[in-house]
């Protein structure tokens, strides 16, 4: 039980496009789901914490307007990068935590992105 | 603001090592602490967690005490084995924000 994807798992766009990555909850319900983002050798960074129904909750020097979250469901969110620039280039880790289970967070396996 | 810190990997180990990666934190209140690990190429896993003074979290031999006095939370394990090799982040929930912070991550390698 508690698994959490994560699609597309590697994703390549040109400079300028937007990329959408979708976190599914596939057996329990994700009142709050997590975006984080993971540079190569280095910890995740919480980029955004959403709640169902309502609108995500960025942490500081997070762009909202570039990292667009949508939390349409108990089962899915998703994260649009707009306009993406090489900078963008990371991976992106999803983790929904279960009604209830505020300190369980279950991760997706992650989505590379390559900005080109 | 809270924060992890963690011992720099990589860790290279031949197998049935005695394995410590050192994990301390600072927190406001009273924070629970976990170890995750990442395996190749998969998303995070919860190893173990503790969420009160001198609880001990435990999982697969691995193991680690929560100590308030020295603000600490290692991680052992008494004989490490090769599928062990994977990357071992520490962190902590506080304040009852739900909000995970994590350490750098220690990639332990295990050779046999």
Known sequence: GAVVSQHP????????????????????????????????KQSLMLMATSNEGSKATYEQGVEKDKFLINHASLTLSTLTVTSAHPED????????SPRGLYETQYFGPGTRLLVL | GDSVTQMEGPVTLSEEAFLTINCTYTA?????????????????????????????????????????????????????????????????????YNKLIFGAGTRLAVHP
Request: a positive charge; glycine letters at 8%; hydrophobic letters at 35%.
């Open chain 2, 28 to 96: 406001t209140g009273y924070p629970s602490l976990f170890w995750y690990v990442q395996y190749p190429g998969e998303g995070l896993q919860l190893l173990l967690k503790a969420t009160k003074a001198d609880d001990k979290g435990s999982n697969k031999g691995f193991e680690a005490t929560y100590r308030k006095e020295t603000t600490s939370f290692h991680l052992e394990k008494g004989s490490v084995q090769v599928s062990d090799s994977a990357v071992y982040f520490c962190a902590l929930v506080s304040g009852g």
């Open chain 1, 89 to 96: 280039s990371s991976f992106y880790i999803c983790s929904a």
């Open chain 1, 9 to 40: 798992s590697r994703v390549i766009c040109k400079s300028g496009t937007s990329v959408k990555i979708e976190c599914r909850s596939l057996d329990f319900q994700a009142t709050t789901m997590f975006w984080y983002r993971q540079f190569p």
